[in-house]
């Protein structure tokens, strides 16, 4: 669909390479490639995606809070959660939202 406009390149880290934007899937275990990034790439758009597959608990609550945190810190453009849970404790999601 975006393939005649943009060109993907899938990555485990960032090779420093010029891009446009970076999208990065797990806030923590791409933290040094997302300030490699922010250092070299001062305009590029970054967006930060959250996953939790999972009842939401104390932990993963806790995960999702670090992740936007880190995004905040890091001038993330947008921050995603995805989220593929049945439910979970009302406290845990209260402090998400």
């Given amino acids: 669909m975006l393939g005649d406009r943009y060109r993907v390149i899938v990555q485990t880290a960032w090779d420093g390479k010029s891009v446009d934007a970076m999208i990065a899937l797990h806030a923590r275990r791409s933290a040094a490639s997302i300030r490699a990034f922010r250092a070299q790439a001062?305009?590029?758009?970054?967006?930060v995606v959250l996953t939790v597959a999972g009842p939401?608990?104390?932990?993963?609550?806790r995960y999702i809070m670090r992740g936007l945190d880190r995004a905040q810190r890091e001038g993330?453009?947008?921050a995603v959660i995805e989220l593929?849970?049945?439910?979970?404790?009302?406290?845990?999601m209260d402090q998400v939202v």
Wanted: aromatic share 0%; hydrophobic share 35%; charged share 20%.
């Fill in 76 to 78: 993330a453009d947008i």
């Fill in 56 to 61: 939401i608990d104390p932990i993963s609550a």
């Fill in 84 to 92: 593929d849970t049945p439910g979970g404790l009302g406290t845990s």
């Fill in 42 to 47: 001062s305009k590029g758009r970054l967006a």
